[in-house]
């Protein structure tokens, strides 16, 4: 029996009233496992923002019911538990543009993440510099964001983002920003932290070429999640390891 880190039931999310009324979200269930990676995919306007913030728990639909591991945490609008430390302490967040912090060093910014849930000291120091190596930018860990290119950014963002160990990772586009080749290499990171440590990622992308990374492929239109029956073939070279082992005879 596998466990849903994240699962929600008949979302509904409406913005504005009357004449200017969106329905962003109309009885949208997903459910996403450990070591599970999830493509949310759809037109511009389609409601994928609107759903990553709502398993986010940055907004909260009006209708619907969310778990995180196992726990309710959401119903109809009602917050059942302290949101912001739930959010804090289990849920990492990639957005478009890394949004560091300018006068923090990258390092810097990777401890502001651990010590916001009171991690301090040399080990905090130790596990910030040990994530900023484990996404390739170690060597930079004492530079300022703008020193460092578009893709050495989104590594460090990616780096706060895990710096707690979050069960749940949340990704709103996080290569737009990026050439193809950096785009791969980030959704191959996503996909090395779910299966290494176990997370639940779900990841909002326009980028069709590299969905043969995902295990999962929801797809989004006017409010509406489907789940797509299977990832397309792959465009890229056959992979050595099985992507998702509960396929495996
Ligand atoms: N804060 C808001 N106020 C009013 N309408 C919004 C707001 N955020 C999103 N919308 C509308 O909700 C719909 C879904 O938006 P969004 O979730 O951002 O879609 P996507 O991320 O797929 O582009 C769109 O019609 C958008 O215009
Ligand atoms: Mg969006």
Known sequence: ????????????????????????LRDVSISTERGEVAALLGPSG????????????????????????GRP???????????????????GFVFQKANLIPFLTARENVLLALQLNDRV??????????????????????????????????RVAIARALANRPPLILADEP?????????????????RIAH?????????????RTLDVFDTIHEMEDGVLTRAAAPPPAHAPPRTADPNPEASP
């Open 1 to 24: 029996m596998h466990h849903a880190v994240i699962r929600a039931e008949s979302l509904r999310k409406v913005y504005g009233e009357g004449d200017t009324e969106v329905v962003a």
């Open 196 to 208: 290494e440590q176990g997370a639940a990622v779900v990841v909002v992308t326009h980028d069709h």
């Open 73 to 91: 945490v959401v119903a109809d609008g009602v917050a059942l538990t302290d949101l912001a430390a739930v959010r804090r302490s289990m849920i």
């Open 121 to 154: 000291g040399r080990s905090a120091g130790a596990r910030a510099q040990e994530l900023l190596g484990y996404l390739g930018v170690g060597g930079r860990a004492d530079h300022y964001p703008e020193q460092l290119s578009g893709g050495q950014q989104q």
């Open 46 to 69: 389609s409601g994928k923002s609107t759903l990553l913030t709502a398993l986010g728990l940055l907004n909260l639909p009006e209708r619907g019911r969310i778990w995180l591991a």
């Open 175 to 191: 290569t737009a920003a990026l050439d193809s080749h950096r785009g791969r290499d980030v959704m191959e990171l996503f996909k």
